[in-house]
């Protein structure tokens, strides 16, 4: 874990526009890549809720990305059915991926890392195998086709250059964000930080350490699902892929790469991750998982707390 | 359809049971014993297997001269990794376990199926090993009770090496308490890297045995890495007994459900996976809170 910086203010530090402004420029610098660009969001927003859960509460989880299929199918089974509404759906897909995650936390927040690694891995390989069996629900390994969604505040239309997916999951990465932000600099977010320091000591400070995790639990699963819903009603599509362990074990990768507990880790890493998969994956898939792996080996061994993190020591070591 | 009866079911389920047993007994003394966790132990297991079928194929080497190749290129680069990479993270969290573990399951996939490509690797079994007996009523695979009499001969033999010999006492003495260990004058570095190597080789073993009933392609390491995982904290720590016992129920469920539910699918043995996590927290037999 990385060392936990000075008791956070909540105050915006003027650098912390840079992302952003990155962010809607590349809207204008690389119109070819809107859509890549549109899922790079949705990833981040993913990787933001993973450091939620494992980041700031230290729960280690391998099913992460069960959330993101429960938000996921949720909105395009909502838009298939008629209810093409995306903002309603994004709430909707948030609220059953909430439920999904209380009843998962119970479950979670009294083991140990092992335990919670196995019961996190089991309940992804359940919904996986359940969304793979239900065909008659979710179209199975044929994915969920027939989403169609309504235009953006009943004017703007999904197109497939993903202008408006763009504009669509950038605005609600940035208002997660926002919230997150305060969420993990109130003095909720300390007593989380705390119980992943020092989890037998908390109680005698009166804090409720269940309780505290339950709830960081449910609310990292709440926004996993907001980035399952903004996939599917952008690509009008979902896939099984979207509960694949590949895709908990990624989004882990991309945290950790970034820098988990740390929130612009989450922003960092994605990005990195992304393009290097985009890149790398299309010249030759086999090398892009050699490549992942050794990269994972490698953060663990000499990059600890990865980009930010190594950034930060770099910035430690010109200071003195 | 094919029925094999209940009895039929039993046998394979054991069959089965024992080979999960096999590969995974090494991951229950790593994660166990010496608190680490594993996620790699699968590639393993899978090299052992590669070893066995390209010594056969390539090479000619018959299927039962094969076996202890498996075994010792495997416990080999367990030896080695053991030596080079995961030495070092022992104590560390469990998060850099499991992304160091990923990592280097990446990679193996990744370089098995650049080096023998991504279909299933044939085996061919010895005329002695094929074939069917017939008795109670039931069909037995001579495979399948080859399988469990190696498993159960094996048990035994390492039942008496970590309960009877000095690198069993050395073994014991090192993951109660390293330090004091160390302090009675056990090499423990050396203890750990050979039981390290040892759970590694029989995985191997277990790899190549199971070519026949489990399939051996590039996924292999990540397609079985919830079973093995699952026999271990299942099982719980410390004994050889939990593993067998939970090795022996995950069996037979698994091979249950795929001939009374095939419209499951995996979805029963998950089912099963979570059920027990929620009702043995701690493993059948565990010994710890």
């Not at chain 2, 299933?120 to 080859?146: C, K, N, S, T, W």
């Not at chain 2, 099982?235 to 795929?258: E, H, N, R």
Request: with cysteine.
């Amino acid at each position: 874990m990385s060392r936990a910086p000075a008791l956070p203010s909540g105050r915006w530090h003027a650098a912390e526009a840079i992302p952003w402004l990155l962010a809607i420029a590349c809207f204008f610098l690389f119109p070819g890549y809107r859509v890549l660009a549109s899922h790079v969001f949705i990833a981040a927003l993913f990787a933001l809720s993973l450091d939620l859960v494992l980041g700031y509460a230290g729960i280690l989880t391998l099913g992460h990305a069960a959330f993101f299929g429960l938000g996921a199918y949720t909105a395009g089974l909502l838009a298939a059915h008629g209810w093409g509404e995306p903002f309603s759906g994004l709430a909707l897909a948030a609220a059953v991926a909430a439920l999904g995650g209380l009843a998962v936390s119970f479950l979670v927040v009294r083991g140990t890392d092992l335990a919670r690694l196995m019961v996190t891995l089991g309940v992804g390989l359940l919904l996986y195998e359940a969304a793979n069996r239900a065909a008659w629900l979710t179209g199975g390994v044929d994915g969920l086709s027939g989403v169609a969604m309504g235009k953006l505040f009943g004017v703007f239309p999904f197109d497939l250059f993903g202008n408006a997916a763009y504009a669509y999951t950038l605005a609600v990465l940035f208002a997660l964000f926002v919230f997150t932000r305060r969420v993990a600099a109130s003095p909720f977010g300390l007593s989380l930080r705390a119980i992943r320091e020092n989890r037998a000591r908390m109680p005698a400070l009166g804090a409720p350490v269940e309780r505290r995790l339950v709830a960081a639990f449910t609310l990292g699963a709440a926004i996993a699902g907001v980035a399952g819903a903004l996939l599917a009603q952008t690509t009008q599509f979902v896939g099984l892929d979207t509960l694949a362990f590949h895709r908990s074990a990624d989004v882990l990768v991309m945290l950790v790469l970034g820098g988990a507990g740390r929130l612009y880790g989450a922003l960092v890493g994605t990005a990195v991750f992304m393009v290097a998969q985009d890149r790398l994956a299309g010249i030759d898939p086999v090398y892009w998982q050699f490549w992942l792996g050794l990269l994972l080996v490698a953060i663990v061994f000499v990059a600890r707390g990865g980009i930010l993190g190594a950034a930060d020591a770099l910035r430690r070591r010109l200071r003195r | 359809m094919y029925h094999p009866g209940v009895i039929g079911v039993l046998f394979d389920g054991l069959a089965y049971g024992s080979l999960l047993f096999l590969v995974s007994l090494g991951l229950s003394v790593q994660m166990g014993l010496m608190n680490f966790v594993n996620l790699a132990h699968g590639a393993f297991a899978m090299a052992g297997g590669y070893v066995c079928a390209l010594a056969a194929t390539r090479l000619g080497v018959p299927f039962l001269a094969a076996l202890p190749l498996a075994f010792l290129a495997a416990s080999l680069a367990g030896a080695l990794l053991e030596r080079l990479l995961y030495r070092r993270l022992y104590g560390a969290s469990a998060l850099d376990q499991v992304l160091f573990s990923i990592g280097l399951t990446l990679m193996s996939i990744a370089a098995a199926t650049r080096l023998f490509g991504a279909s299933q690797q044939p085996v061919r079994l010895p005329e002695l090993l094929r074939g069917q007996l017939h008795f109670a009523g039931a069909d037995f695979g001579i495979y399948r009770m080859f399988l469990i009499a190696v498993v159960a001969a094996l048990t035994a033999a390492l039942a008496l090496l970590v309960g009877r010999t000095r690198f069993g006492a050395q073994l014991r003495a090192a993951v109660d308490d390293a330090r004091v260990a160390r302090g009675m004058g056990i090499d423990v570095d050396r203890v750990f890297t050979l039981a390290f190597a040892l759970g590694s080789g029989l995985a191997g073993l277990g790899g190549a045995l199971g070519i026949e009933v489990l399939g051996l392609d590039p996924t292999f390491p990540l397609k079985y890495m919830v079973y093995f995982l699952l026999v271990v904290v299942v099982g719980g720590a410390g004994t050889l007994a939990g593993p067998l016992v939970a090795a022996a129920i995950l069996g037979v469920c698994d091979v249950a459900a795929k001939y009374y539910l095939p419209q499951l699918g995996a979805f029963a043995i998950y089912a099963v996976m979570v059920a027990l996590l929620i009702a043995f927290p701690a493993g059948i037999l565990g010994r710890r809170a």
